[in-house]
């Protein structure tokens, strides 16, 4: 089957035929339908994260199952599903305390499936998982744990994306920051996931949703999410644009949600006293963000991270769909882009350059 394969960061990724084994116990083996152009996933390409190569990069998928492996209970052939990027195992500490999206033993493997191996290989070469999800690809096996069903006229698209940015981004405002009604929230980052805080604030009732970008198209395209106000970062200094436009105090909760020490800065250093800072962006490895200690204390600031938004994906995905099949999440206008597989390259060329909205792959 064909997938698309980061074999070094820094080059392009390699369209070739690779070959994909059958799914081993409590594994099953899917067709990919639609597959979302994630900002992680560039990441690896440029080497500003990790992942060992060569490896199928892609994590947030939709797919309808082929074939399922020995054990499997809870999907069968012909059924749809959301793909999660974070197995859970069931067992391991963080599992069982109900904190699904932590799980140890999908963290010690990475980008191998659960029992160490990859099912994805070229010849003798190994090729690794992203997320044991790697839907930049035809066929995938993943995890059944990694397989969240959804009803069968439920778009593909969509689903694709409550694979990841919307739980993500609607999970960090819900259940990372629980934004409560009337407050002020500041997004740095207004992509496919910051769209998403945005849409989840407004779901929250948040009086004031400040969108900041420094893409004035992304700015105009979040006030359709709910955004409030704009503040374009390369033409005004955020965080006394924030401090102005919150009648001198900063915002309640800030999200950072691009991916760098400097926008981190501007989140910590745009919220109010007692206020709350939510990372949600990967920045790159190297980089250490400049958080004033002293600062921390006398105003009583929260800074918490947020990793796919604190859900428990098989269990919030669910209700993301019931929110979107409710009208109260705005899905549809979110994909603003189609591509084929093979112009993956060219997917993620327009998501560098800033073009609003997100990107999903439909046709493979
Ligand atoms: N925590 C998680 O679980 C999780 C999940 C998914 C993605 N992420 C991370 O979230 C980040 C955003 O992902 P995405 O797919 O939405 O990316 P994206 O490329 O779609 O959006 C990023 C946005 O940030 C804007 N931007 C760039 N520089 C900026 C600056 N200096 N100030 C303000 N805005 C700026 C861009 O114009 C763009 O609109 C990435 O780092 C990604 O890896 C984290
Ligand atoms: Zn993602
Ligand atoms: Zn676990």
Redesign the pocket.
């Known amino acids: 089957m064909k997938a698309a394969v980061l074999y070094e960061p820094g080059k392009a990724l390699r369209l070739e035929e690779v070959e994909l084994d059958p799914p081993k116990e409590h594994e099953v083996r899917v067709r990919i339908a639609a597959a979302?152009?994630?900002?992680?996933?560039?990441?690896f390409m440029k080497g500003e994260?990790k992942i060992t190569l060569p490896a199928v990069l892609g994590?947030?998928g939709a797919a309808v199952v082929e074939q399922v492996g020995a054990g499997v209970t809870t999907v069968k052939a012909g059924d749809h599903v959301i793909l999660s990027?974070v197995p859970n195992c069931g067992r391991c500490y963080f599992c069982t305390m109900g904190r699904t999206?932590l799980c140890d033993t999908h963290a010690a493997t990475g980008a191998n499936l659960f029992d160490g191996t990859t099912r994805l290989h070229k010849n003798s070469q190994r090729i690794y998982h992203m997320g044991k999800v790697a839907c930049f690809a035809q066929e995938a096996v993943v995890p059944e744990s990694g397989c969240i069903p959804i009803p069968k006229d439920f778009p593909m698209a969509q689903a694709a994306l409550i694979g990841?940015?919307v739980t993500?981004?609607v999970g960090?405002a819900m259940f990372s920051a629980q934004v409560q009604p009337g407050s002020a929230v500041a997004v740095?980052?207004?992509?496919?996931?910051?769209?998403?805080v945005i849409q989840g604030a407004r779901l929250l009732s948040a009086s004031k949703i400040i969108a900041?970008?420094?893409?004035d198209a992304?700015l105009e395209f979040a006030m359709r999410f709910g955004a409030t106000h704009m503040v374009n970062?390369?033409a005004q200094d955020?965080v006394a644009k924030i401090r102005e436009l919150t009648g001198g105090l900063g915002a309640d909760y800030t999200f950072?949600?691009?991916?760098?020490a400097?926008?981190v800065e501007?989140a910590f250093n745009s919220c109010r006293k007692g206020g709350t800072v939510v990372?949600?962006?990967?920045?790159p490895l190297s980089q250490r963000a400049a958080i004033d200690p002293v600062a921390l204390v006398r105003f009583e600031k929260t800074l918490k991270?947020?990793?796919?938004?604190s859900s428990r994906p098989s269990l919030d995905m669910l209700r993301m769909v019931d929110l979107y099949k409710g009208g109260k999440l705005n899905l549809d206008d979110l994909v603003t882009r189609h591509y084929k597989l093979d112009d993956i390259n060219k997917a993620y060329d327009d998501?560098?350059r800033?073009a609003?909205?997100?990107g999903v792959i439909t046709s493979f």
């Open positions: 979302g152009i994630c900002r992680s996933d560039l990441h994260a994590h947030e990027f999206n990841c940015c993500t981004g960090a740095v980052g207004c992509g496919g996931v910051g769209l998403n900041v970008d420094i893409n992304s970062s390369k955020p950072e949600v691009f991916g760098s400097e926008t501007v990372v949600v962006g990967l920045a991270g947020s990793y796919y938004g998501l560098e800033g609003p909205g997100r």
